[in-house]
């Protein structure tokens, strides 16, 4: 498109806002800090009730006080409209919030500049107070099914010389130009709020209410409506009171709906950077201004998607200097001109989109390129495929569970889980599902920023979970003999023997012998080897053949469910001696009591706990622990937080195992206890950990160890963004996979060879044979070890590819022989828990190496003194005497 | 006591055991006015009395008029010993008779005003507010009028210095002193939590080991153990040494998480969440290097001699929903605990209020731009949050619109001098104020900005230096504090008295009573 014609464009809209008497500036009336966002697509259109259950999930991160969905990719029929309305006409979705302005709308909107081919109004719900998590009565929303009137068209594509512009797009403008009126007529510059426009794309809705998000599914009757993407939001506005949704997400663009969890810090800039190309926002919050910015990059300067997210997002530091030269040249043209219109700030994006050009739906997520809002994308690959981008792990998770209770062929377990990272050396902080028709069926990829498609693992035999054919199934009687001799004594004979049949097993053969494990179990000792081999199958990685990891992960993980479900409950009359084991869950939490006898476990069922507060699991376990258990497994988790908290200092004694999808902060302040997390984790963990050992057997969320002051800590994948921020004391952290950016900054911690900490990065992950692939970069981002004054990062760097721009005050030096007997230990505990031989470590290109050649140490470039080097009258020894003399209550007297 | 105990179950089913264990006895400290003096022989003074001892003939005629015990020469003595000149009413004395220079029959005493009153201080804090905090610490007292000390406002043109009580000629209503209510209560969630109430409309902010010395801050406890208030460990730690002071502490939990332990958090009944000061706001906290010496290291788990930095903002906090994720995470740890939230004044100060309320929190500080000492930048300081009398209100109002006004505490801080001040913000709307600079000037602080550089404080409060530090007594630490919060309070009962009204909550919100100048067409005529 020649600048002309975008010129043209703009000035349209010139004309528009001339039209209008409005002051020159726009202020923000709505602050709102977080919230939490999901969004999924599929290649079967799915019901709305998919979308409830993740919005539950992340009630925490609104206040109900504004909540909002989009779905993008009707069924026809269900509409009561051919395919061809559906696919040729704008659906506009009025909202009333007086029912009577309806009229003057239609009369002033609709009806001249429209061919209405089909309107209704939005069945719901006779009474809204029925409803619970709405606030306030919804509004009435009417939804018409329009294309402009040819003669209007044709008015206004002359009046604006818009007559080399495609006339679709030129209509699209119109109905956007109209929606503008509507808007400013009946809600921005009337006192009383009337009427405003929901969304006015094609093939796409908006809805939104002030109370939480799933209030819109029952409240409008959308359970049942399908649609092939799915995006919410829940609000969290500052302020207090709120009667009307208008300021909810998502906000529409022609042909999108945006949610967005952040704000900016300079909403006045991109304001401004709109008002210049006359676009004027009327809801006046951040997501409004995101989704003017992101319609303005798309339909008048026609940016690729690549490059209207080098607008949005835009690339700097390292990243910058690392991309191709015709590249650099592009992109510091995109931000030379939008950089003032780029937002600052913590965001996060997720957008629904009907690309019409492309003939594709989209879901969209894009993270500022500090990642500072927390981000998870899932693939679902299969028959029917599923993309999934939220907020929190455990919403991904909510919603799988609740798709493939209704099409089977979608498992729960999603294929790959990963972070973006805000930086165009890698990912470029953007990740785009696309869901196309492929000889007549749609199919789903998934690309990031530069269009590269996202890998996925190779298993491709599925499982079809719905066949009841294993419970008839019969082993062969030689494995059925093998089993219950593993099942006497030996957890990790048993683990190998399954492991390494697998491959040649098939899934009814591996769900029958773990069901055989489960149903085998009576007595403590038989239910340890179950839950320790499941636990092993759930944990490490092994070659699976043609079969899929997470079906594999899935039956494995259903099984382990029903051995702890079968644990003899806490609050049941009988006792049952032998097994030490007992069960809690949320109905028997009234049954709490000390351990008695020979009980040791207590396992906690946290499905149905509150994630947080009084009635909350990790609560639940504090009481347990100060009636005196020690011993815990915790499983069932949707998104439970602070597991491990708050049980005070010298827990050594304690034993936490978690399964399923645990929340944040799990293991914070931690001092002495064991923690492992059998899965992926979440965001915060481990916030001022004071000692003790963590294990997590996944990847792990943002701000990873925030003011850590100690402890043992093992990741068998990868930390997000900002790990080990403001560490202390001694740390001693392994990490196997990479960090996105900011690992260690300010670190603080003492001298790692005199008792302070350290981080091992080894920069691996797994082949889909379970097999250790060594990355060529361990660490891709700007940032690492800035502003350290202690402690030491120990990289698996062979190719020396950590350079000096990323530090900013550490150097690299060599590693010595000291270090190495320093690190060995921890590498050593790394393999046994992880199976991550430091053999395979010391290799490059199947080449033993030294371990001086493969791991490269940063440190403090301006390292602190320790006390052996001060001088006398300097130490505080006695200072430092009496306060040991305090903490042990000599001193008190 | 704070009757923070005063909760619906025992602590033993709160708090871990091994939390519990570590409790130790309470420190008790009387609520006793006793004199303070001076640390220093020669305190410095508003004027200085000058004796030619080749004139005076000994003949002790200075020593029975003077009322304030000026001239001093022991028995057994042979010449005076210098005049205490601090304790001097000055030329004042001419018009009550007492006026030693004109009795000396050989005219040997010669007064000028001493020079370092115009080094001493600045606009915000003028030579004589610091002169009169000094008298109100050694005696528990505000200086008798005769002093002619100027402690009502500053010489800064702005903030409460422009502002005045429109006191009625005669009180609406007779009160006697015993009748007024000076406490106020910080938990008005009512959920369950304690109803903790502090006797005085203050408490002392948070100042960390390595800010201060451990003698500073077991000072500003035990002054908070005797009037039932709390003091803040502020971000450093919090030391062994200060558990028998526990349940008048509040423990801060700020953006480097320096010390912070789940142990520290349950030993308090509140925890401060500080994300920003008003000083310095969007800047963090700094501890330079000099002072970071081995003690402060082993508190914080850092290395030595390195400075320290806490980072703007937390890095688990980007907006609202981690701000009550945080806030509930806390609340998890100590299930009685009151939480406060510290921020500084931006232009949005009050949608970051109610924001904070609606995630939970019991108590909102308001940390404004006033304050801050010798470590918060120059060109921070006043220079980036809104002034904090403009912040009050607008927090106040927004929060009574909102509804919520009766659910949260408001405390506002940062450049609170005095009991006027005091009385200012809380008629602007706050419910009471955290003090810290005046906290400093009572135990000594001349205001020279050089609490940051090199190993601190010349007049060894705020240092780490385990020499500087011993120069200052416990005892008179406490008890120069303790006389301070009496004459403030002391003085904010008479405020109240004058203006008919029986309690600081009655005074709460009334900007009615308060004038501004610049508003306001009346001429204030200043003391020369």
């Known amino acids: 498109m020649n600048s002309d014609l975008i010129q043209r464009l703009i000035d349209s809209k010139k004309k ?183 969304s006015h794309g094609r093939n796409i809705m908006i809805l939104k209410v002030v109370g939480f998000a799933e209030a819109i599914v029952d409240y409008y009757k959308v359970r049942d409506l399908c649609a092939h993407v799915w995006i919410a939001h829940q609000r969290f506005p500052t302020k207090g009171r709120v009667w009307h949704p208008a300021g909810a997400h998502p906000f529409t663009g ?47 300067y026609h940016y690729s998607l690549e490059h209207i997210i080098e607008a949005l997002a835009p690339t700097s530091e390292l990243d910058f200097d690392r991309l191709p030269e015709a590249k650099k040249k592009l992109y510091r043209a995109i931000q030379a001109t939008h950089i003032h219109g780029s937002p600052d700030g913590p965001w996060f994006f997720i957008i629904a989109r009907n690309d019409i050009a492309q003939e594709q739906f989209q879901l969209l997520g894009i993270t500022d390129t500090a990642m500072l809002r927390p981000q998870v994308f899932a693939f679902v690959d299969g028959e029917v495929q599923v993309g999934l981008i939220a907020s929190e792990k455990q919403a991904i998770d909510a919603t799988l569970l609740s798709l493939s209770k209704d099409d089977i062929r979608i498992c729960p377990v999603a294929d790959r889980f990963w972070n973006a990272r805000g930086g165009s050396h890698t990912d470029g902080g953007a990740f785009i599902f696309n869901l196309t028709q492929e000889s007549g069926r749609m199919r789903m990829t998934c690309t990031d920023k530069f269009g590269k498609l996202i890998s996925l693992p190779m298993g491709t035999e599925p499982y079809d979970f719905a066949s009841e054919t294993y419970l008839a199934h019969k082993v062969d009687a030689g494995i059925e003999k093998k089993i219950r001799d593993f099942m006497e004594s030996d957890a990790p004979g048993l683990f190998r023997y399954l492991r390494d049949h697998i491959s040649v097993w098939s899934y009814d053969d591996l769900r029958a012998a773990c069901r055989m494990i489960t149903e085998s179990v009576k007595n403590t000792n038989t239910f340890d080897i179950a839950i320790k081999s499941l636990t092993m199958l759930n944990d490490y990685r092994y070659p699976m053949g043609a079969k899929k990891r997470s079906h594999i992960l899935h039956i494995v993980g259903s099984e382990l469910t029903r051995l702890f479900q079968s644990v003899p409950r806490l609050d049941a009359d009988q006792d049952a001696p032998g097994n030490s084991y007992r069960l809690i869950d949320f109905a028997a939490r009234g049954a709490l009591r000390a351990p008695q006898h020979d009980e040791t476990t207590l396992v906690i069922n946290a499905f149905g706990f509150p994630p947080e507060g009084d009635q909350s699991d990790a609560s639940l376990l504090m009481d347990a622990y100060m009636k005196g258990w020690r011993r815990f497994i915790t499983f069932g988790c949707v998104g439970q937080r602070y597991i491990g908290n708050g049980l005070g200092p010298e827990t050594d004694d304690v034993v936490i195992d978690v399964y399923g999808s645990s929340g944040d902060y799990l293991a914070s302040g931690i001092d002495g206890m064991a923690i492992t997390v059998h899965g992926n984790a979440q965001d915060q963990l481990g916030q001022i950990i004071k000692r003790g050992k963590l294990v997590i057997y996944g990847d792990v969320g943002q701000t990873f160890l925030y003011g850590a002051k100690g402890g043992e800590i093992y990741v068998m994948g990868n930390a997000a963004g900002r790990p080990l921020i403001n560490s202390v004391g001694k740390p001693r952290v392994v990490i196997n996979g990479t960090c996105l950016d900011f690992l260690g900054e300010s670190f603080m911690a003492g001298d790692p060879h005199n008792d302070g900490g350290f981080v091992i990065l080894n920069g691996v992950k797994f082949d889909d044979d379970g097999g250790v692939i060594l990355m060529d970069e361990p660490y891709p981002g700007s940032n690492v070890f800035s502003l350290a004054s202690g402690g030491a990062i120990y990289v698996r760097d062979p190719g020396k590819t950590l350079i000096d721009q990323q530090l900013n005050g550490g150097m690299i030096e060599p590693l010595n022989k000291k270090d190495w007997e320093l690190i060995l230990p921890y590498l050593e505990e790394n393999e046994r828990l992880f199976n991550i031989r430091i053999e395979d470590l010391l290799k490059v290109n199947g080449e033993k190496r030294s371990p001086q050649q493969i791991y490269r140490k940063v440190v403090p470039f301006a390292a602190g003194k320790s006390s052996a080097d001060l001088d006398d009258d300097l130490l505080d020894d006695e200072y430092l005497e009496e306060e040991v003399a305090y903490a042990t209550g000599v001193a008190a007297a | 006591m704070a009757n923070f105990l005063e909760i619906d179950c025992k602590l033993e089913d709160i708090i871990p055991e091994k939390t519990r264990k570590t409790r130790t006895p309470q420190f008790i400290q009387a609520r006793t006015i006793r004199p303070a003096p001076p640390r220093y022989r020669n305190e410095i003074s508003k004027y200085i009395i000058l004796r030619n001892e080749e004139r005076c003939l000994k003949c002790g005629k200075c020593v029975e008029i003077c009322p304030q015990g000026v001239h001093v020469k022991s028995p057994g003595y042979k010449y005076f010993a210098q005049p205490q000149s601090h304790l001097c009413f000055g030329p004042v004395c001419e018009k009550k008779g007492c006026y030693c220079i004109t009795a000396c029959p050989e005219g040997a005493l010669h007064i000028q005003e001493n020079p370092m009153m115009k080094a001493l201080g600045d606009y915000r804090w003028p030579a004589e507010m610091i002169l009169a905090t000094w008298k109100m610490a050694e005696n528990g007292e505000c200086p008798s009028e005769d002093y002619g000390y100027d402690f009502e406002t500053g010489n800064s043109e702005g903030g409460f210095d422009r502002i005045r009580f429109k006191f009625p000629d005669r009180p609406p209503v007779e009160l006697k002193e015993e009748e007024i209510d000076t406490s106020i209560e910080l938990n008005r969630r009512h959920d369950g939590r304690p109803r903790i109430r502090i006797d005085v409309p203050w408490y002392g902010g948070g100042m960390s080991f390595g800010s201060v010395s451990n003698t500073t801050q077991l000072s500003k406890a035990r002054a908070a153990v005797a009037w039932n208030t709390f003091s803040c460990t502020g971000e450093g730690g919090f030391m062994e040494r200060m558990r028998p002071y526990d349940d008048h502490m509040i423990t801060q939990v700020a953006t480097g998480l320096f010390g912070v332990r789940e142990e520290t958090i349950q030993r308090v009944p509140i925890v401060e969440f500080k994300y920003a000061q008003g000083a310095k706001p969007g800047l963090g906290g700094h501890l330079l290097g000099d002072k970071n010496t081995q003690a402060v290291a082993k508190m914080r788990e850092t290395v030595i001699g390195i400075s320290l930095f806490s980072p703007f903002p937390f890095h688990s906090v980007y907006s609202i929903e981690d701000h009550q994720k945080h806030i509930d995470w806390v609340k998890h740890i100590n299930r009685r605990a009151l939480i406060s939230t510290k921020v500084s004044t931006p232009n949005d100060v009050d949608m970051v209020a109610v924001g904070s309320y609606s995630a939970g929190t019991h108590i909102i500080h308001l940390d404004g731009g006033y304050g801050g000492t010798g470590a918060a930048p120059d060109i921070a300081k006043k220079n980036i949050a809104m002034p904090i009398e403009y912040a009050i209100s607008k927090v106040h109002n927004f929060l009574v619109a909102e509804g919520a006004r009766e659910q949260v505490t408001l405390v506002a801080s940062g450049g609170i001098r005095n009991p006027y001040d005091v009385a200012k913000a809380i008629a602007l709307g706050a419910d009471g104020v955290v003090i810290g600079t005046v906290e400093m000037v009572a135990l000594g602080c001349v205001r020279c900005n050089r609490c940051s550089a090199g190993r601190g404080c010349p007049r060894c409060i705020a240092t780490t230096d385990k020499t500087l530090a011993a120069k200052i007594d416990l005892e008179w630490g406490a008890q120069r504090l303790i006389n301070t919060y009496n004459a403030w309070r002391n003085e904010i009962v008479s405020i109240l008295c004058r203006l008919g009204l029986r309690s600081v909550s009655e005074l709460r919100g009334r900007s009615d009573l308060l004038m501004h100048l610049d508003y306001t067409n009346v001429v204030v005529e200043r003391e020369a």
């Open chain 1, 254 to 300: 022609i042909n999108i709906a945006l949610v967005h969890n952040g704000d900016f810090a300079n909403y006045h800039s991109v304001t401004e950077h709109l008002l210049q190309r006359h676009i004027r926002p009327q809801f006046l919050t951040d997501t409004e201004v995101s989704v003017l910015l992101f319609d303005l990059l798309s339909r008048t």
């Open chain 1, 16 to 198: 528009l806002i001339d039209g209008f008497d409005l002051p020159a500036t726009v202020r923000k009336s709505e602050e709102e800090g977080g919230c939490g966002v999901v969004g999924f697509c599929c290649t079967e259109p799915v019901p709305g009730k998919h979308i409830y259950e993740p919005s539950k999930q992340m009630h925490n991160r609104g206040n109900g006080k504004g909540g909002g969905i989009a779905a993008v990719g009707f069924v026809p029929e269900q509409l009561g409209v051919s395919r061809e309305i559906l696919e040729d006409h704008y659906m506009l979705h009025i909202a009333f919030l007086e029912p009577d302005a309806k009229d003057d709308v239609e009369k002033g909107f609709i009806l001249p500049h429209f061919d209405v081919a089909a309107s209704c109004m939005l069945a719901t719900v006779d009474d809204w107070k029925t409803i619970p998590g709405l606030e306030v009565k919804p509004p009435d929303v009417c939804r018409y099914f329009v294309r402009v009137k040819k003669d209007v068209l044709d008015h206004f594509i002359a009046e604006h010389k818009l007559e080399n512009i495609d006339r679709r797009e030129a209509e699209d403008e119109y109905v956007n130009q109209n929606s503008f009126k509507l808007n400013q007529m009946h809600y921005s510059a009337v006192g009383d709020k009337k009427a405003f426009v929901l």
